[in-house]
């Protein structure tokens, strides 16, 4: 019983911010998205330097949140894979996740700085916390996650494309 609540609980936490399904998970409150949203870096501000940037391309934005959607979609295969195959599939969404961290840095680095770029590395990075927390289910009610994805289904909103996180 406990393998079928982890599975359902690691499913659910990759499409915690979906809007085609309703969460079963607690959503970080408003005041808190608004906050966190507030303090991330804008599109048009360099984070490493607090100056204005170039316009963001919405072509590259698109481009990076389809390939960030294709991410998703193979990390949430293979966890529904590893879910009905019977075993134990910790491994496997420790995995999903990791490699949901390593392929969003890889798509990311060197890329223009925008919303989506900011966003999808903030979401990338967190991933990676989850996939090496000692409890996967906790790490991934965590505020900071919750928050961090639906960061990244907003920016790749705006650039056309639903991702699902």
């Known amino acids: ?5 982890l599975t359902c609980v690691s499913v659910l936490a990759l499409a915690a911010c979906s809007e085609a399904e309703p969460s079963t998970t607690a959503a970080p409150s408003t005041s808190a998205t608004a906050s966190a949203t507030a303090a991330a870096p804008s599109a048009t501000t360099d984070p490493t330097t607090g100056g204005p940037t170039a316009a963001a391309d919405p072509s590259a934005d698109k481009k990076l949140c389809t390939a960030a959607k294709k991410i998703a979609d193979t990390t949430k295969a293979d966890v529904m894979k590893a ?10 969404i420790r995995k999903a996740y990791t490699e949901m961290a390593q392929e969003l840095a890889k798509a990311t680095t060197d890329a223009p700085t925008s ?5 999808l590395a903030a979401f990338g990075a967190a991933s990676g916390r989850v996939a ?3 409890n996967l289910d906790t790490a991934a009610d965590d505020p900071e996650f919750q928050k961090t994805s639906a960061m990244a289904n907003a920016a790749c909103k705006k650039a056309g494309v639903d ?3």
């Open 163 to 165: 991702t699902n996180f």
């Open 115 to 119: 919303e989506a770029v900011t966003a």
């Open 1 to 5: 019983m406990s393998t079928v609540v």
């Open 83 to 92: 879910a009905t195959s019977g075993g134990d599939p910790t491994p496997t």
């Open 132 to 134: 090496t927390a000692a």
